[in-house]
């Protein structure tokens, strides 16, 4: 997912490389039906923008999932959150 995120800025002319994007990722396992399988994957990304790049990265942010082949593989498996910090500088 962070390649499609990276992707998506890159498309907006916002650099990833190097310790641009930071992604912290949470899987939540718990036992439905008595099999254990991950439910929940929380994704928090922190990120690093140029200045005046902020809006175009929360829009990136808002839509990456839509064209991310893991995130639609999984869609109605896994319930995914994410959440995110954006630093310009």
């Keep these: 997912m962070v390649g499609t ?9 916002i650099p990833t490389s190097p310790d641009k994007v ?5 899987g939540t396992i718990e036992a439905p039906e008595g099999v254990l399988k991950i439910t929940k994957i929380s994704c928090h990304y922190e990120l690093k923008v140029p ?3 902020s809006e ?3 829009r990136a942010l808002n839509v990456f999932e839509q064209g991310c082949p893991v995130a639609q593989t999984l869609k109605g498996c896994i319930q995914f959150t994410h959440t995110w910090e954006i630093e310009e500088y």
Excluded: D, N, T
């Excluded at 930071?22 to 949470?26: E, M, P, Y």
């Design 5 to 13: 995120l990276s992707g998506a800025l890159e498309a907006r002319k």
């Design 22 to 26: 930071l992604a912290k990722v949470q």
């Design 51 to 53: 200045a005046g790049k």
């Design 56 to 58: 175009a990265a929360e």
